[in-house]
């Protein structure tokens, strides 16, 4: 539908405008009886002057409307507070990010130890090189494991840093937690809010964001990330050796899931330093406009 006070398209349902912050209920209908039609004016007397036209009569220009501010939008009435239920405060993820980068690179470098001792093995048919580099990836699992939980809280800090600046989320906060635990779609939800999380901070679109962010191009590494973990931790585990194996063949299997999973890591650094360095950006361009609560970032964080 279409808002009638600013022009600005909103969803089915929408109860204010995103843009202006115009309500878009339908206006009741009234029960009061129309209004009498005006009374004709009395006649002039003889040699009288006619009255001057009015504006907007024929022959005269019509009265301009009152100018509308086109810009910034923080100066636009926002749309109803409530609708994300707490208020929400911009707080960086810096510190997640760098925690994140760090955790990341112990999980890296303990799944490419598994990598080039898993192909030594299968190289050489050495079962104890293959004995040990099962023992790194079990390791790194470990390390992948603290990743995660801080990537689901960082996941959620950034979800919830684009809410002062009144965005249309497809997924919340609380997706960012739950869709990690929710079988099936959390081997592509999180990811999808990732790339919400990138095309709302960008600095083209000026609060409040609405769908604006719907379309937006995000970077491959997003993907890359994503797939090469999925794919690598369940070929590193092909590669994990057991009493039943006959073949030290599986060590291929370890180098390429471990070189795999290595290479997710490496992504997933740069993906989460990138995306909170944006989010610090677009905090500090459009933050102290809207007097939102929520500290602005001082500085950027390196990117990776």
Known sequence: MYCTRCG??????????????????????????????????????????????????????AAQPPAWPQAPYATYPPPAAPVYGPQWFYLSASGLALGISITAAIAAALYGIAAGLGLAGAATDDWDALDISGAF?????????????????????????????????????????????VPVINYWFPLRIWNQAWRATDPAIAPPIGWQWKGRPVPAIHVLCWVAYHVGTWVALVGIPTEDDTSTAIGYAGFAGGTLVAMSMVFLIVLVRNLTARQDEYARRYLPGLGAPGAVPQGPISRG
Do not use: D, H, M
Not at 36 to 60: D, F, K, L, V
Not at 143 to 150: D, E, F, Q, R, Y
């Open 8 to 61: 600005a398209w909103n969803a089915q349902g929408a109860a204010f405008c995103w843009k202006c912050g115009a309500s878009l209920a339908p206006a009741a209908p009234s029960s009061q009886p129309a209004p009498a039609p005006p009374a004709a004016p009395p006649a002039s007397p003889a040699g009288a002057a006619p009255p001057p036209p009015q504006p907007g009569s024929y022959g005269q220009p």
């Open 137 to 181: 990836i079990g390791f790194g699992s470990l390390a992948a494991i603290a990743v995660g939980i801080l990537l689901i809280i960082w996941t959620r800090r950034i979800t919830g840093n684009l809410l002062p600046f009144q965005p249309a989320l497809e997924l919340g906060t609380g997706w960012a937690v739950g869709s990690w635990f």
